[in-house]
């Protein structure tokens, strides 16, 4: 039986809470993994996640879904901030030990990974993403075309898949972002992130779907190019994110699983 504890405040300032999953077994040494919902950075939250986070407790991590801050109220940097400022807050509260720091893992899903890769670089925990976008700067001057939507299909009578796909991409990217200014979008961008700590990673993605995976394959030369590893589990079809994430998540865990068994 899982034990879940709702809206624990990580950031009392911008009132930012936490849901935590407890496995059956807690003790001292119990692995600790942070899941990073998706939703564009305009919407979704950790009440989404729910059925992950029993998934991920009876798998036996103590788990941590935190909410962030969302556009376009909220842009960039600012969902990367708070994601940070999660991480500083639970190294000092009481779910964790002085040296837990080792014991956590992550998984991200679509722009949840995109944190997830920010944390990552800067903590070295072990991560898992389930289409993470990677790439916006050099999209967006690829696609000065495609006109921004979410709903692009009623908006604009797109049928398409690839059309439509590019309508959101464009849309989430800039209301994040909140400008078209290349400057920003390229510190958006995953390839200008801090890697200096990057340590286990795995990305998932589907052949052909939201997140182009040309994008992924020149981040993943990004950080081969600094000598840093990466597996890659490409899957069939056009599911992005959480919409294959029950189908592979023991191959998420496994992978999990074997860097802590290293890490030992």
Not at 21 to 44: E, Q
Not at 67 to 74: N, R, T, V
């Amino acid at each position: 039986m899982v034990v879940i504890k709702n809206d624990i405040t990580y950031d009392s300032e911008k009132k930012l809470k936490t849901d935590i999953y407890y496995p059956n077994d807690t003790t001292s040494a119990t692995k600790i993994l942070i899941f990073w919902h998706g939703g564009g950075w305009f919407r979704g939250s950790k009440d989404d996640a729910k059925k992950v986070g029993v998934n991920l407790a009876n798998a036996g991590f103590m788990t941590f879904i935190p909410d962030y801050s969302l556009a376009p109220e909220h842009v960039f940097p600012e969902a990367h901030d708070d994601a940070v400022h999660f991480v500083k807050w639970l190294l000092n509260s009481n779910y964790t030990d002085k040296d837990d720091q080792k014991n956590i893992v992550q998984i991200g899903a679509s722009v949840g990974g995109t944190l997830a890769l920010y944390v990552a670089g800067k903590y070295g925990f072990p991560t898992v993403t389930w289409s993470a976008p990677v790439e916006f700067s050099k999209w967006m001057k690829n696609h000065e075309n495609v006109k921004p939507s979410y709903e692009g299909a009623k908006e604009f009578g797109l049928t398409d898949l690839h059309d439509i796909n590019n309508s959101f991409y464009k849309y989430f990217t800039l209301t994040y972002a909140g400008t078209a200014d290349q400057k920003v979008l390229k510190k958006l961008d995953a390839d200008s992130y801090d890697y200096s700590h990057l340590k286990e990673l795995m990305m998932i993605n589907s052949a052909d779907e939201l997140n182009p995976l040309p994008n992924v394959l020149n981040f993943i030369q990004f950080l081969a190019d600094q000598n840093l590893g990466v597996e890659l589990l490409v899957i069939k079809g056009h599911r992005h994110a959480m919409a294959y994430a029950s189908d592979y998540i023991d191959e998420s865990l496994d992978f999990l699983y074997q860097t802590i068994k290293r890490q030992k």
